[in-house]
């Protein structure tokens, strides 16, 4: 009896090995959202476009994309392309958040590179974004007709993401609004 | 003779490794800090936002504080926690606060709930382990008798040669 | 040319240690005296080669080879040379060969002091280094090799070393903790010799305990130096984060305290053999683990190396390995623990044991805490939490808290048995007089009532006064204090010396924890600010060019209650390469209390905004582990030199050995 009690560490030892294995292939970076299923925060921001004051009412009726984005942040510039494709084949209306950024180098951004935003809203000091539990961007959500926060993507678009998460995501959005 | 010169030498060595730390100290050094610019009315107020700043972690960062990341959202929200504790808000709204927006990967405090209480409770378990096997080892450790407690005689001659040695010296 | 010899070298070591980890093991097995007696020309060869291996690549860094991948990376050519010469573990491949070099150095250092010990059983240790010493340099080979090439297209310049690592922290912090971490492998190398040949006695500990003191002493410093270059790196007064790659270390740490007071036990007394092995297995497991932790990608810091999966399998393989593998045959051929005997139930090796167990205890906790986000996440399916300092310090502290207590306890103890009332009468003034003082101190400096702050002071004065207890009881028949100073047996002074120095870093950690004061202000020209005892007064800045930057010096006037103290001149930098702003923290260390002063920004105004901090005591947490690593020092000096005299002496003379346990000329104490 007492030979088998040496054998606990081992045993222990075994265990701990294998969970420890499980986590390499875990990401502990990504920080998944609190806010799904919650509405979307209030707010009152001006319009990068235009500068005139929005809210929540003035946010599409159908689902739609919200994207965090800023000029500084390049791989927003490398998602661009696949959302400004989405806004020529008019798949689904994109709404920007400009987060921490400076009003003219976002207007010269977006003249630059071409705006796939409906509009985009001013949000300089980040409290928007900190109300959506945003980081850092670029950030994606998908937001249902009621205003309704549904799915979080982190980080750049790719083609393959688009396909492969954005797209299905959405389509089940959609799906659920026609019931 | 041999044994005090080096007991000297190391003496002087951890001296000098002494001075060497607090001495270096004293040049101005490059740091990440971050500093905020907040004014507090008490001292406490500035207590509270220290301590927060420090439970509360960077979403961004590779595992820092909010008091150890410079920039981004990490300055957004220590901005925030100053705006709510000028405000009068309580540490629980301020921790409310951040839990609905970030979720508890922001609570360097994991919160205690049915998936953190092996977690909470986990420490005190080893313990009381530790002491069912010392109780254990103590129990089966044959008792000593007082024969096998008194020194016997041939450590009895022993110890005499020893302080026969000790008082020629 | 060059980085091709290094290749070429490192293949060699790994071609040696392979030899080193079968032929003389084998040899000690059966008896072939020819195999056992390549054990120490081996690692000879082991560690030249890898000692060519780091001067190639330091040759590769001085040279600004950049066809050298790992050089491109963590070199430039406007680097200072120190910088460039210790970018050799700049990052992962370079700092795995140092880890590695370190192994050998320590396999050198066994084969030239291991004399005194038969020829197979020194086989054996050096032979189970060997094995860990190949997997080590098959790790590079396949997954991290230093020497790869960028071949053909160089870049022209490298990317620079990381302007945080280039500091003196840097200079001293890796390579002083690497030695220690890798230290432990030498005792672990002995305990599984031991569990192999049998032979599992008071000499196995005896000769045991020098590699494990001084791999403990090492790792003290190294985990200090850590600590202290945190502090002023990241300069807002931390000095311990709990961070994931810091907690390997400290749990190894916590594993070898256990470690060498064990084998204390075990060489003292015979018992508690098994504990000891296992402690020693687990203490280097938990080295392997923090090297698997820092350089797999499994938990986020800011220390990790670049995550990479493969090379965290390749390490995970290794660590199940060779700890299966000691477990394993910890489990097959240790004794059993029925064999403890000899000892009642209040006596120095039941505090010992208890201590022990405190340690394991706090080891295991820390453990729990640093892999449980980890095991959450898996298990809850991507949900992420955090566990930091405020869950870490909860733990740790209350268990330190008794550790404490049984400390002074075991100290005054005697072996085998000691009555309840023996302890009571020595201790009682000393338990009165920590907690009398322990109320009044702080209370007394402060003006103020702090339990925290009793407690600490408490607990740190029980062991302080139990230490002038116990030499008082030492010396008292003795005609002086002089002389009875003089007689207590040098192994006995180290691990007084050990104790306090752990007693300083107690009061120092919690006292500054518990008075650090800062605050932050926006200051004009001309304006002060008050913060405790002191006043800041800001004289305004001037504009100050360096070498590669622009900066903006501050002057302030620091007072103590009216009297001048000194001035200080934090500053503001922008790098002109990088055009990054940077700031310089002014820092007044003290042997009471550091104040510093770091700058914020310049407002239109013309005001700065800045924050300004007081650490009491926060330089005792480092004194203190100097102290420590000290008494660990001395405390092997003193014995192992005497004894390699004596050995000496009696093979001159022809005369038999003296028998294991008994030490000529030593005074039945410590």
């Known amino acids: ?179 | 003779m041999r044994r005090s010169v080096a007991l000297v030498r190391l003496y002087c060595l951890s001296l000098l490794l002494v001075l060497g730390a607090v001495v270096a100290g004293a040049l101005p050094q490059p740091t990440l800090a971050a500093v905020d610019a907040f004014e507090f009315e008490t001292d406490e107020q500035q207590r509270r936002f220290r301590q927060m700043s420090d439970d509360f972690r960077c979403p961004m960062c590779q595992n820092t504080s909010l008091t150890g990341s410079s920039g981004g959202v990490a300055e957004d929200l220590r901005r925030e926690i100053y705006l709510m504790i000028m405000d009068g808000k309580t540490d629980y709204e301020i921790e409310q606060f951040m839990l609905e927006r970030y979720g508890d990967f922001i609570f360097y405090r994991p919160r205690l709930t049915l998936e953190t209480v092996l977690l909470w409770f986990g420490p005190l378990l080893f313990l009381v382990l530790g002491g069912w096997i010392i109780f254990g080892i103590i129990r089966r450790a044959q008792p000593m008798t007082q024969e096998q407690v008194a020194l016997n005689d041939e450590e009895q001659q022993r110890l005499k040669a020893l302080l026969d040695n000790v008082k020629r010296d | ?670």
């Open chain 3, 1 to 670: 040319m060059v980085p091709e010899l290094g290749q070429f070298a490192l293949i060699l070591s790994f071609c040696l240690c392979v030899l080193l980890g079968t032929l003389p093991l084998i040899g000690a097995g059966t008896g072939n005296q020819l195999w056992i007696s390549l054990a120490r020309p081996l690692t000879a060869g082991v560690f030249v080669f890898l000692s060519l291996c780091l001067l190639i690549l330091g040759y590769s860094f001085v040279t600004d080879d950049f066809s050298v991948q790992f050089v491109a990376q963590h070199s430039n050519s406007l680097l200072p040379i120190q910088y460039k010469i210790t970018a050799v573990w700049g990052g992962h491949e370079g700092s795995f060969l140092f880890w590695t070099w370190m192994l050998a150095l320590w396999m050198l250092a066994v084969s030239l002091f291991s004399k005194a010990m038969p020829d197979d059983f020194v086989a054996r240790v050096l032979g189970i280094m060997g094995l860990i010493g190949a997997g080590y340099t098959l790790f590079m080979i396949a997954t991290s090799n230093p020497f790869d090439r960028v071949l053909p297209l160089s870049p022209a310049d490298g990317a620079d070393l990381n302007s945080a690592l280039q500091d003196i922290g840097f200079i001293i912090h890796p390579p002083s903790l690497y030695m220690g971490y890798v230290g432990f492998s030498v005792v672990f190398a002995f305990a599984i010799a031991a569990l192999l040949s049998g032979r599992l006695d008071s000499a196995w500990a005896r000769w045991s305990r020098p590699w494990a003191n001084a791999a403990w002493a090492i790792l003290t410093i190294g985990i200090a130096l850590g600590s202290w270059w945190a502090y002023y790196e990241l300069g807002w007064g931390g000095w311990w984060a709990w961070d994931p790659v810091e907690n390997p270390p400290m749990i190894n740490w916590l594993l070898g305290t256990a470690l060498i007071h064990s084998l204390a036990v075990t060489e003292k007394r015979g018992v508690f053999k098994s504990w000891t092995v296992l402690l020693a297995i687990m203490a280097f497991a938990s080295s392997l683990l923090g090297t698997f932790i820092t350089r797999s990608g499994l938990l986020t810091s800011v220390h990790a190396f670049a995550s990479d999966p493969t090379r965290g399998v390749y390490i995970l393989g290794f660590l199940g390995l060779v700890i299966g593998g000691s477990l394993l045959l910890f489990a097959l051929r240790a004794p059993l623990m029925k064999s403890e005997f000899g000892f009642a139930s209040v006596s120095r090796e039941v505090f010992l044991l208890a201590n022990n167990i405190i340690l394991v205890v706090a080891s295991a906790a820390i453990l729990l805490g640093t892999l449980y986000p980890m095991v959450y996440q898996a298990v809850s399916g991507g949900e992420l939490i955090s566990v930091g300092p405020p869950y870490f310090n909860t733990i740790f502290v209350p268990l330190m808290s008794i550790l404490v207590i049984f400390l002074v306890l075991g100290a005054i103890s005697r072996w085998k048995k000691t009555s309840v009332a023996y302890l009571k009468q020595q201790l009682r003034n000393v338990a009165i007089a920590s907690v009398v003082l322990g109320l009044i101190l702080p209370l007394a400096l402060t003006l103020e009532f702090n339990v925290g702050a009793s407690i600490a002071t408490a607990l740190g004065l029980w062991i302080v006064l139990g230490i002038v207890q116990d030499i008082r009881l030492k010396i008292a028949n003795k005609p002086s204090v002089l002389a009875g100073l003089r007689s207590l047996a040098v192994a006995y002074i180290g691990m007084q010396i050990a104790h306090f120095g752990f007693a300083v870093i107690l009061m120092g950690a919690a006292l500054t924890s518990i008075y650090s004061i800062e605050k932050s202000v926006l200051l004009s020209p001309g304006q002060g600010v008050d913060l405790g005892h002191y006043h800041f007064q800001f004289d305004g800045t001037e504009h100050l060019s360096g070498p590669n930057f622009e900066a903006e010096r501050a002057t302030f006037q620091v007072l103590r209650d009216g009297e001048f103290v000194r001035e200080l001149h934090p500053e503001k930098r922008v790098y002109v390469a990088s055009m990054s702003p940077s700031t310089e923290m002014a820092i007044d260390a003290g042997f009471t209390r550091d104040l510093f002063i770091t700058l914020g920004e310049e407002r239109e105004s013309g005001a700065w905004s800045m924050s300004i901090y007081i650490k009491p005591l926060v330089r005792w947490v480092w004194l203190g582990s100097i102290i420590m690593a000290l008494g660990a020092i001395v405390a092997v000096l003193d014995k192992r030199y005497r004894r390699l005299k004596v050995k000496t002496l009696a093979q001159a003379a022809a005369e038999p050995e003296a028998t294991p346990g008994v030490s000529g000329g030593q005074t039945v104490t410590g």
């Open chain 1, 1 to 179: 009896m007492s030979r088998l009690k040496l054998f606990i560490p081992v045993i222990v030892f075994m265990v701990m090995a294998v969970m420890l294995w499980r986590g390499l292939y875990l990401d502990p970076r990504t920080l998944p959202s609190v806010l799904i299923d919650k509405p979307l925060p209030d707010f009152e921001l001006p319009r990068v476009e235009d500068e005139a004051l929005i809210s929540k009412a003035d946010l599409p009726d159908e689902p739609f994309l919200l994207n965090v984005w800023g000029s500084y942040c390049l791989p927003c510039l490398q998602e661009n392309p696949i959302l400004m494709a989405a806004k020529e084949a008019g798949v689904v209306p994109i709404v920007g958040v400009n987060y921490k950024d400076k009003l003219n180098l976002a207007r010269l951004w977006m003249d630059d590179n071409g705006s796939p935003f409906d509009f985009s809203i001013m949000d300089a000091d980040g409290r928007l974004g900190i109300n959506l539990g945003v980081y850092g961007a670029p950030e994606t959500f998908i937001v249902d007709g009621n205003g309704v926060i549904r799915y979080k993507h982190i980080g750049v678009i790719d083609y393959k993401t688009w396909d492969e998460e954005i797209m299905p995501a959405l389509a089940a959005v959609r799906a659920e609004a026609t019931l």
